[in-house]
């Protein structure tokens, strides 16, 4: 059983700043991929970022400049750091993981709101 939860999302202003953290947990023997995707009401869930287990990431267009991803793969654990926020940004931000137990599958967090205030 493999749990992914995600932390750090809250209220802010536009022009702030935030962290998100995901951590995935439980019998894991590697996790690859990790990344975060956001989704806004009535709105699909679009990619934020990607980074892989060695350190490659990849942004969406809309994100490059502002946030950056990174990860602590001795705690299976992946941040998000959000900067210059826009009322833009506003969305739940989940968290997926490409993690190896006795099989390899793609686990998502439950999500965490971000809303950026005008």
């Known amino acids: 059983q493999v749990q992914v939860v995600e932390s750090g999302g809250g209220l802010v202003q536009t022009g702030g700043s935030l962290r998100l953290s995901c951590a995935a947990s439980g019998i894991i023997l590697r996790v690859y991929d990790m990344a975060w995707y956001r989704q806004a009401p009535e709105k699909q869930r679009d990619l934020v970022a990607t980074i892989a287990r060695g350190g490659s990431t990849n942004y969406g267009d809309s994100v490059k400049g502002r946030f950056t991803i990174s990860r602590d793969n001795a705690k299976n654990t992946v941040y998000l750091q959000m900067n210059s926020l826009k009322p833009e940004d506003t969305a739940v931000y989940y968290c997926?993981?490409?993690?190896?137990?006795?099989?390899?599958?793609?686990?998502w967090g439950q999500g965490t709101q971000v809303t950026v205030s005008s």
């Open positions: 997926n993981a490409d993690v190896q137990t006795y099989t390899r599958n793609s686990y």
